[in-house]
């Protein structure tokens, strides 16, 4: 799951001032502020890997709750001049960090990061939530959580209802009844923290506490009574309004390489002395890595910024002879780093630019071979330069490295020529050694080498502004891509010494994900056929259902209206039909939500309808009709790229398309999978581990319980619910089969008590009641966790089965809530990694005995534990009859590994 994160930097900015209001430097300038807040971006971007960041600041200037309410903050002051002095820095140094920064006008950070969070939640991410503002405990979520780096404090579901006494779902009812004097909003007089929770417990929402306000006695009661007028504006104001139409997307949040230049500048003039040091003498413990130019800025764009008292040696490479020369070069050479720039980042469709070469440190050559702007030096042609190259680059002795060298194999593929002699990969040795790390080149050089190397952004520019590679100036290009070949060289020299003194490491690097690189080349580029048609059918019943939904939801209304429209529908249903108004937005109408529709959903039809088009209409546009938009003209079929080095546990991930994430919890989720097909004289062929992390659970604890039951073929759920129920195997209720299922996974996943009785829908005794009994029925389990955390402890890390390290920097925190999610961690990790080498090591023995066998049978996708292949029906029988024993014989564990077979034109039918 992908995680966004994002920094309510207003909250911090106030916060930090106050802290360190004496925080100055020489020139007796503020820099508390600056400070404090960088500190905990510092904090936050170690601490959280996230796909996607944003710091959110308030916007200048009135908003559109000083039009609800005109005393709306009116008692704070201006901004002190000390503060204000530093907003600038802070900005400047936020952005030269790389992280994505929003200020939208009109509205507060809150508003903006709510409304990243809604996306978020539409996009199925989790979302980590920095803030010091109790108001936004109303966006908690079980995949929203909230951090304050300043206190420590961790606030999920379960958190908010300890500290405030109500759930996140009830936040907003409760800041309005007790009011928020941050902001100048009064609440009802004389009510608190205590009588706001017990109202809300007795009545269950502000709501219903207001339709019975007359039972309330006393001088509180005639309090609420007087003030329940006031408490829709109340509401509506500390409502966090979460539909701000934004200038970005989620996916233009991830976070950009940092301008270490620039950022070393801002330290100097700040005298933040600590941080420059580590910025500019990054020297790790193995030395002789050199250094980042202290003196920032002192060369001009282009110059050689990455050293220091280095001469580089970079060729341009235009003429015949000098092509010659390095060809000869290349073949003397024991191995090259290679590298190519190209007309885009679609692996199937980008065509060469150019190709950068480096043999030895610090010397390199670029050779341009389609740069086209006005003035651009004439290039050697691209059809000779490949004819001369392709006895090297297809020559598998002739060894090559690069950094994510399955892109460069796609390229030179799209030219005719075969990508050979691939020894060594940068990306993929940095993700065995530190698969909690950036892996991106520029990552890499300044952590392992101190170096700060070219940006693609320096070159190219940002936004509308960027320019293809094919317009940069060939000098310009030359400096960047020779560079680059020349870092990525150095960074081989630097990293793989490290893996191959270990010989665990050196396993999981040589024979599993080299090889594992060459086959998913060979899965993208196979590609797996559509069936457009049917997927035009489905996308027309799909239209055609929504159609007749919404002629159905006209009935109900007595009148026709837009179910697009928040508008139309607002006015349906809480003005034409009465329904109750269960929620306000911030503007102070009625919310139409999904959480809203889904609880008027239970008592009237109408919401039912909606909801039920509001999912089709997602299906619709987002997979009926835009998978034929993502099918390649020349083969018929869609190409997703399988990333390498995200997961942290060694899992791949699949995007454009995702084909992880295709939705099969309805049946028309489910027929998008039929659209997915074998082409003419083939079927499609599913190889699904059964149950392997739970197998995997057995083997690693040596549970005695658990070893017997998956050894002796006995439904591992139905075992667990008679060792947990003190029932017979065949007494086992469905019920007690479906608990036993949640407790078997939820428990090797860190499930807490609180999390068992929610997803169980019983109180928190009994949840920990059926823990206990697990554990003592399963006590090799209970010994395994006990000593997967004590080990964990002591060496920041744990293993999986084949010497994968999962990195635990968080195991040993001082914080109790991140300290006890790294031992979550430390348990599940060892789990889901080894499955992950599992199933790596399934796609090798596969791939070499279709290989071996000159069969036609293709591997065409990989989906976490299972593997589908496109077989000719002659070679069907053969396929079933050798893939479970394939697939079960590459990892000896204690306890059998089951793969289950299917077949079918379809991959639905085969799934």
């Not at 999920?156 to 009830?170: C, I, L, M, Q, S």
């Amino acid at each position: 799951m992908e995680t966004l994160l994002l920094v309510d930097g207003s909250s911090y900015l106030y916060r930090a001032f106050h802290a360190l209001p004496d925080f100055r430097n020489r020139n007796n300038e503020p820099t508390g502020a600056v400070y404090g807040v960088l500190n905990m971006l510092r904090r936050l971007h170690k601490d959280y890997q996230a796909d996607y960041s944003a710091c959110v600041f308030d916007a200048k200037g009135k908003t559109f709750r000083d039009d609800l309410y005109a005393q709306y903050k009116s008692h704070r002051p201006p901004m002190p001049d000390d503060l204000a002095a530093q907003i600038d820095p802070l900005n400047e140094c936020i952005k030269a960090m790389g992280w994505p920064m929003l200020i939208v006008e009109g509205v507060e950070a809150d508003d903006v990061i709510g409304t990243l969070v809604k996306q978020a939640e539409r996009e199925n991410m989790r979302c980590i939530i920095s803030t010091g503002d109790k108001d936004i405990a109303q966006l908690v979520t079980p995949q929203v959580t909230l951090v304050n780096t300043m206190t420590n404090e961790r606030l999920d579901e379960a958190a908010v209802r300890t500290k405030f006494g109500v759930t996140p779902a009830r936040m907003l009812d409760y800041l309005a009844l007790v009011g928020d004097a941050t902001d100048n909003i009064p609440g009802v007089d004389k009510v608190g923290p205590k009588t706001a929770v017990k109202w809300l417990t007795q009545y269950g929402n502000l709501d219903n506490l207001v339709l019975h306000a007359n039972e309330i006695g006393g001088a509180v009661g005639e309090n609420l009574r007087k003030a329940l007028d006031w408490l829709s504006v109340s509401r509506g104001l500390l409502a966090i309004k979460c539909d701000v139409p934004l200038p970005v997307s989620l996916h233009d949040l991830a976070l950009q390489p940092q301008d270490t230049a620039k950022l070393a500048e801002l330290y100097e003039r700040l005298e933040f002395k600590t941080w420059l040091r580590e910025l500019t003498q990054e020297a790790d413990a193995k030395g002789g890595r050199g250094s980042i130019v202290s003196a920032p800025g002192a060369q001009e764009p282009g110059a050689d910024r990455g050293y220091q008292d280095v001469t580089r040696d970079y060729h341009v490479i235009l003429t015949p002879a000098q092509l010659d020369d390095w060809i000869e070069r290349l073949h003397a050479a024991s191995v090259v780093s290679l590298d190519t720039e190209t007309t885009g980042l679609d692996p199937m469709q980008a065509q060469l630019v150019g190709i950068a070469f480096s043999i030895k440190a610090h010397q390199g050559a670029y050779l341009p071979l389609a740069h086209c702007y006005a003035g651009a030096p004439l290039q050697l042609p691209v059809a000779m330069v490949l004819d001369k190259l392709k006895p090297w680059l297809t020559d598998a002795s002739r060894l090559k490295l690069g950094q994510n060298l399955k892109y460069d194999k796609h390229i030179f593929a799209n030219h005719g020529i075969e990508l050979n002699g691939i020894a060594h990969d940068t990306l993929l040795q940095s993700y065995v050694l530190e698969s909690h790390r950036a892996h991106d080149m520029d990552s890499l050089a300044l952590r392992h080498l101190g170096v700060r190397a070219i940006s693609y952004d320096e070159v190219t520019g940002k936004g509308a502004s960027r320019i293809c590679f094919d317009q940069v100036d060939v000098g310009r290009a030359s400096q960047y891509a020779a560079e680059d070949a020349d870092i990525t060289l150095q960074l081989h020299r630097c990293l793989y010494p490290e893996i191959a003194e270990d010989k665990k490491l050196d396993y999981v690097y040589r024979e599993l994900e080299m090889p594992v690189m060459e086959i998913l080349f060979e899965i993208e580029r196979k590609g797996v056929l559509l069936d457009l048609q049917l997927l035009a059918v489905q996308s027309r019943e799909l239209g055609e259902k929504m159609l007749a939904l919404e002629d159905r939801a006209c009935t109900i209304a007595g009148q026709p209206f837009n179910l697009n429209s928040t508008k139309q529908i607002q006015e349906v249903l809480f003005e034409r039909l009465k329904l109750p108004v269960l929620k306000k937005t911030p503007g102070g109408v009625p919310s139409t939500d999904e959480d809203v529709l889904q609880r008027l959903a239970l008592d009237y039809p109408l919401a039912k309808i909606l909801l039920d088009y509001r999912g089709l209409a997602k299906l619709k546009s987002t997979y009926t009709d835009k998978l034929p938009r993502m099918v390649d003209a020349a083969t018929g079929r869609v190409h997703t790229n399988y990333a390498q080095a995200v997961a942290v546990t060694g899992r791949l991930a699949s995007n454009e398309p995702n084909l992880q994430n295709i939705p099969v919890r309805t049946a028309e989720g489910r027929r998008i999978r039929e659209a997915f097909i074998a082409s003419p004289g083939n079927c499609l062929v599913s190889a699904d581990y059964s149950q392997i992390e739970l197998r995997i659970m057995a083997h690693i604890s040596q549970d005695a319980g658990l070893l017997q039951a998956f050894a002796a073929g006995e439904d591992i759920h139905r075992a667990t619910a008679s060792e947990v129920f003190g029932v017979s195997l065949e007494m086992v209720s469905g019920e007690q089969r479906r608990y036993a299922k949640i407790i078997n996974f939820g428990l090797i996943y860190g499930m807490s008590e609180f999390g068992l009785a929610s997803q169980l829908g019983i109180d928190r005794a009994a949840a920990r009641a059926y823990m206990d009994r697990y554990f003592a029925r399963y006590p090799g389990v209970a010994s395994y966790m006990k000593n997967t955390r004590e080990a964990a402890r002591e060496t920041g890390r744990v293993e999986t089965v084949f010497g994968r390290r999962l990195w635990l920097p968080e195991i040993n925190s001082s914080n109790g809530m991140r300290r006890q999610a790294a031992e979550r961690a430390a348990i599940n990790a060892p789990m889901q990694g080894t499955a992950a080498d599992i199933i790596k090591l399934a796609m090798i023995a596969v791939h070499g005995w279709l290989a071996h066998g000159n069969l036609r049978t293709k591997l065409i996708m990989q989906v976490h534990d299972e593997l589908v292949l496109e077989v000719p029906d002659d070679e069907l029988e053969m396929v079933k009859y050798r893939l479970p024993k394939l697939m079960g014989d590459v990892a000896k564990l204690d306890v059998p590994l089951l793969v289950e077979v299917g077949v079918g034109p379809n991959w639905e039918q085969a799934h």
